[in-house]
């Protein structure tokens, strides 16, 4: 029987907006079985990202969001695998900011769509605020939920720069993800992986 499973790396680059730039790492996440995956997110080096894949076969590269360090090398990991870019609409304004308006990605993503991968199930979740197509993904028979930048240890993603919203991000978060089980593991874009129960508390929810 087809297995799917959870792999991890981690990357580092750079983040730009609003004209700053930092240091950031990236998590790295792979969700698929011996013989195909799902790559979430596109952070910094391609070569990195198919260090976690090996020799699969990548069905989709799903974007949680477009701030550059989780899309800047979509296009070149792209070219290498041969799948199509998600990504929600609303994130248009950021993805032109890193790529203009001459690269695009594949396929609109909305919140209730089902990307299947090696017999399991992400369901996107939009949680905008952090950005406003920022999407969750949730996979039960995994017993987690992939939060890009929407969801940390210890609280919401940041906002306060461009096309972000403090008060629609707590929205977001108590609306789709604190209806999620307590012990749903929460990996996220950066940092370490933390649960929803203990997010709640986190939030006084």
């Known amino acids: 029987m ?6 991890h790396g981690v990357v580092s680059g750079t983040f730009s907006l609003d004209g700053q730039t930092f240091d950031v790492d ?25 260090a976690v894949v090996g020799d699969r076969r990548v069905t989709a590269i ?10 800047r090398v979509a296009p070149a990991l792209r070219e290498r695998t041969g799948a199509p870019i998600l990504l929600h609409p609303a994130e248009s304004p950021l993805w032109e900011l890193t790529h203009g308006t001459g690269t695009t990605w594949d396929k609109d993503l909305s919140g209730g769509d089902r990307i299947e991968v090696s ?7 939009h949680t905008p605020g952090h950005a406003p197509g920022a999407v ?15 969801l940390f240890q210890g609280g919401p993603g940041a906002t306060g720069r461009s096309y972000s919203d403090a008060d629609l991000i707590v929205a977001s978060i108590r609306a789709e993800l ?3 089980p307590g012990e749903t593991i929460v990996h996220t874009g950066h940092g370490d992986d933390t649960t929803i129960e203990a997010e709640r508390g986190a939030l006084g929810a």
């Open 62 to 71: 799903v974007c949680t969001h477009a701030h550059d360090d989780h899309v």
């Open 136 to 150: 969750c993904l949730h996979a039960p028979d995994l017993g987690c939920v992939f939060t890009g930048d929407t």
């Open 119 to 125: 017999g399991t199930t992400l369901t996107v979740l």
């Open 178 to 180: 604190f209806a999620l």
């Open 2 to 7: 087809r297995r799917a499973r959870v792999d």
């Open 26 to 50: 990236n998590n790295i996440w792979v969700v698929g079985d011996d013989s195909e995956c799902v790559v979430i997110d596109a952070p910094h080096d391609v070569d990195a990202i198919l």
